[in-house]
């Protein structure tokens, strides 16, 4: 099948390697892994509640530059430093994709 | 596409978290990550086997709520703080799924 | 729907686990957690690009031996001891597998 590769896009961040922000292919879309970076591809150093933000409206922008809706998310891998900020970062996630969340936290 | 978000069900761990233990769209079921937690939500320390059986059965109980069978799973993520626990783990998972694992291990 | 488990094939390394290197399902296919490993199955260390050169060849051997391309790829999660070595790992992979590379690194 044919893929479709998402590397610009209205408030992206910029990426000096050659890994796109996400690839469509057929009716699903693949979001490579976003963190708390600004468009300009600059780590924003922040509190655990500010970088989710930061990280999921990279995950939203790279979304809708693929065609796609925060409606239509059906998995999130998360990886957590400190497992114990599992909760705000849900709570973040949460009211922005008016969605549960089904996901896979990695404890680094 | 509709998304069935699987929150509750016989064995499931009670979350206090907006995340859901399934999401089922299409053909497919997305499964949350599963850990050694008892259906009150708290964890259960134990040997390695023993974490690791309870983790699969909460697996198992998330695929059967959302209407699907062991027998159908293709993918488990799966993290590890030591990885030479595989063998031990693998072997929890082998005769209770009765297929191989296609797995991608993490080492924390 | 019926999965074809793929156990072994040119180049794959043998392991010694009940693990696939990569399950067929539908139209996809999902390989197993690759590492520079030989065929003989032991751990080949070397540079970060030795390894990651040796892991994807591994990753491009299982998908051949399920019959899929490397041109196929979508999507590819990838854990790092040293996030700093992401720019080295990625120009492994461009080349190779001549596409962008859509991906969720997890800094171990």
Chains 1, 2, 3 share one sequence.
């Not at 976003?34 to 780590?43: A, F, I, R, W």
């Not at 990280?55 to 059906?74: H, P, T, Y």
């Not at 970062?89 to 969340?101: D, I, K, Q, R």
């Amino acid at each position: 099948m044919t893929r479709k590769f998402i590397e610009t896009g209205p408030g992206l961040p910029n990426w000096p390697n050659p890994i796109s922000h996400a690839v469509v292919v057929g009716k699903m879309c693949f979001v490579s892994g976003q963190l708390s970076v600004n468009e300009g591809g600059e780590y924003v150093e922040g509190t655990v509640a500010e970088e989710a933000t930061l990280a999921f409206n990279n995950v939203f922008a790279a979304l809708k530059a693929a065609g796609f809706d925060k409606s239509e998310i059906v998995y999130i891998d998360i990886a957590f430093s400190d497992l114990a900020k599992l909760e705000e970062v849900t709570h973040v996630f949460f009211p922005n994709a008016g969605c549960y969340l089904t996901w896979n936290g990695q404890h680094g």
